[in-house]
């Protein structure tokens, strides 16, 4: 025993070896928790071997055990991978920018690898940038909401290594919003960063499954195809809720945040404010411009380390507290609706950026007219149908 741990004396090498011994040791306590892609380090450890390799990684990408966790990056070094550069999506390596912040290339302080931003000068991996490279592997946890960037940037690293013959390997995490399927289909037209493939705003996929459906579907350009390998989630009850133990982004600290994202962001295409410059983002929103009878929560967004900054910053804000709502299983559009309704200034409540977060005009236009909820999720249930339809064929749970 004591030459083992000499042998490992590494502590990153050592506590990975804790890691397996206890696996090994306690089967009847592991076969009962989840296990993500990038914890199974033996079924994706082969495919690495003696060749180079980039990571797509931010601060989720982590090997966990009972509450401990390695970042991916640290445990393939540590087992004589040879990674060569860590490519960072939206807010960062260490996810700390702002949404929407551009992040420059930088070198990580801990490794010395490069890190090669995807979300600065360009979003889709060079010739120059994959030169080398032998095998990619992606381990990002999304939140399974359309606009939420990080399957953009899957989508241009499949793209990438298809047109390089690179094969990827997908870890998959689970999804804390898989539980419902909701919003309106985008429309090609529309298709941007916050959007580039026609489904709804909430999918109910896991990254792995959207990967074999960006596949299956020929989504990249040309209709290429990626050389894909998907390491499965191990006890994955899709009926349960998950709570993810590190957030996603800096405006999504928490679960409630989560399950209230697919509704709140919406506001982003408004006048209103979600949140951002809060210690509660996407769980209050408000604005100077609503009605004070009717919302009589108010607070003042201001500059912080998740935003800075803020719409409406120094400015008091008045709207709603939903830090203790209840769990959501569907977009909830009335917050939506009656803050248009109940604003000051109709007229410059949408920008721009609304049409790109609906995928359409149709929403936008639907809200002006005055329909209600159950009138304009009526005209997404055609298309909804359809995709449940879909989906299928790319579940792997």
Not at 167 to 180: E, T
Request: hydrophobic share 35%; with cysteine.
């Amino acid at each position: 025993m004591y030459a083992i741990f000499y042998r490992f004396k590494n502590t990153v090498l050592f506590s990975l070896f804790l890691i397996l011994g206890c696996q090994a040791q306690d089967k009847s306590f592991e076969d009962q928790k989840l296990q993500t892609g990038a914890d199974q380090t033996k079924v994706y450890l082969n495919d690495l071997a003696q060749k180079n390799a980039a990571v797509v990684a931010n601060q989720t990408s982590v090997i966990s055990n009972n509450g401990n966790y390695i970042h991916l990056v640290d445990s393939l070094l540590a087992l004589d991978i040879k990674v060569k550069k860590v490519f960072a999506p939206e807010h960062g390596f260490r996810g700390q920018a702002d949404a929407g912040e551009k992040v420059d290339d930088a070198v990580d302080a801990k490794t010395g690898l490069p890190i090669i931003s995807l979300y600065g000068s360009h979003k889709k991996p060079t010739a120059e940038d994959l030169k080398g490279i032998e095998i990619v592997v992606f381990d990002i946890q999304d939140v399974g909401v359309r606009f939420y960037t990080y399957i953009s940037t899957l989508h241009y690293v499949m793209e990438a290594c298809a047109e390089l013959d690179i094969p990827l390997i997908v870890l998959d995490r689970p999804n804390p919003n898989r539980h419902y399927i909701d919003g309106s289909l985008l429309e090609e037209k529309h298709s941007s960063f916050v959007g580039m493939h026609p489904v709804p705003v909430v999918y109910g996929l896991t990254i792995g499954e959207y990967a074999k459906m960006i596949n299956g579907e020929q989504w990249l350009k040309n209709q290429i195809k990626c050389k894909l390998k998907v390491v499965s989630l191990k006890h994955y009850n899709t009926q349960k809720h998950y709570e993810l133990p590190i957030k996603p982004s800096p405006n999504l600290p928490n679960g409630q945040a989560i399950n209230l994202y697919p509704s709140l962001c919406f506001f982003e295409g408004t006048n209103v404010n979600a949140g951002r410059g809060t210690s509660t983002p996407f769980q209050v929103f408000g604005s100077p411009f609503l009605d004070q009878e009717k919302y009589d929560f108010e607070y003042i967004p201001k500059s912080n380390l998740g935003s800075k900054y803020p719409k409406h910053q120094g400015e008091i804000c008045y709207g709603l507290d939903l830090t203790e709502h209840q769990f959501l299983s569907e977009i909830h559009l009335d917050w939506l609706i009656e803050a248009y309704q109940n604003t000051s200034n109709q007229d410059q409540f949408f920008n721009s950026f609304f049409t790109k977060l609906a995928g359409t005009t149709r929403l936008q236009s639907q809200i002006e007219k005055g329909m209600n909820s159950s009138e304009i999720k009526a005209t997404w249930r055609k298309d909804l149908e359809d995709f449940k339809k879909l989906k299928k064929q790319y579940h792997l749970y």
